[in-house]
């Protein structure tokens, strides 16, 4: 037997298994893109009300700021920096005010269709999509969840002087309800800041169904 002929069962096998590597890469990608779908789990127009909690660490693991969001939808939140004034938005207008309960002084509000602006972007992250994994079944913290990373980031926004963003996620999808309830996010990178940042967020979901967010009265 030659040496060819000795190598060649080695290298059938080394193909096969290239083979077998690249078509599970290219089902997870698959999988990952179909999160961000309309009505997927990373739509968050999709997201049943629910309040969230968001830890931002530094480089060291110092927790630096906490955020804490009510949202009833996406057009229709309650937000700000934990200890600060919170920011009432609903469609289009903006009010400001100390706490969640107001009171709530109008301020200048946001400009064109929210919902598509929210739609082009998720559109965006789904187009550009690199670095995937798909970890399956995960434990954390006692619970179960589906869990998948990836990277990705806008398209540069020319209306706004070509403006981009992205990180480096890793979220844990509840599998019975497929509602996201953990996200984490790093790596970050933007227009403004291109060199990724050792910031990392760490955003808690909890639903409620019964939230609503309604306009000052």
């Known amino acids: ?33 179909a999160l961000w779908d309309e009505g997927a789990p990373l739509d968050a127009f999709q997201r049943p009300p629910h309040e969230n909690t968001n830890t931002v660490r530094d480089a060291n693991g110092t927790v630096t700021e906490i ?5 009833e939808t996406p057009l229709r939140t309650i937000a700000g920096i934990r200890g600060t004034h919170m920011t009432l938005a609903i469609d289009n207008d903006v009010w400001t005010g100390p706490g969640v309960n107001g009171p709530w002084t109008p301020q200048q509000g946001f400009t064109g269709d929210r ?18 994994a798909c970890h399956g079944t995960v434990d954390v913290e006692g619970a179960s969840y589906l869990s998948y990373s990836f990277t990705t980031k806008s398209n540069p926004d020319e209306e706004m002087g070509g403006l981009w963003y ?52």
């Open 1 to 33: 037997m030659n040496r060819v002929s000795k190598l060649f069962p080695l290298l059938a096998t080394s193909i096969v298994i290239s083979a077998a590597d690249r078509a599970t890469a290219s089902d997870c990608l698959a999988e990952v893109r």
């Open 67 to 71: 955020y804490d969001s009510i949202i």
């Open 115 to 132: 919902r598509a602006q929210y739609n082009a972007d998720r559109l965006q992250r789904q187009a550009n999509l690199t670095d995937v």
């Open 166 to 217: 992205g990180s480096s996620d890793t979220v844990y999808i509840d599998p019975g309800t497929r509602q996201v309830m953990i996200w984490e996010m790093g790596n970050f990178v933007s227009s403004w800041a291109p060199a990724p940042t050792g910031e990392h967020h760490r955003v808690v979901f909890t639903y409620d169904p019964s939230i609503k967010i309604l306009r000052p009265g």
